[in-house]
C-alpha cells in the first residue's frame, strides 16, 4: 500500500503550530482554540498529529454541566513534538 502525502500546512495549521511555538506548553484543545484564535481546533491538531509535529496526551480537569452538576471530565491535550519545535513554518 502506498504512503499517503500529505500537503503543505494550511494557514490554520501555521497559525496553531506558530502559537504553540511561541507558547511551548500543554493545552487543551478548547483552551488552545481561544488562545490563538483558531476555531475548529480539532482537525488542526489531528493534521498536526498526523505529520508527527505535535502530540496528544490527556489530561482531567473540573466540568460543570448545563445542570449545574460537576464531575471530573478527561481532555485531549496538544504539545509540540521535537519535530514542531524545529519546524520552519513558511
Known sequence: MAEKVLGP???NSKMALGFLQEHDEEWIGSDLAEA???RGIHPVMNSLFRRGLVVKGTAVRPFTNKA????????VTYAL???G????IE
Open 9 to 11: 500546512l494550511t494557514d
Open 36 to 38: 490563538c484564535g483558531v
Open 68 to 75: 449545574g452538576v460537576t464531575a471530573d471530565k478527561q481532555y
Open 81 to 83: 513534538s521535537d519535530a
Open 85 to 88: 519545535r524545529d519546524f520552519i
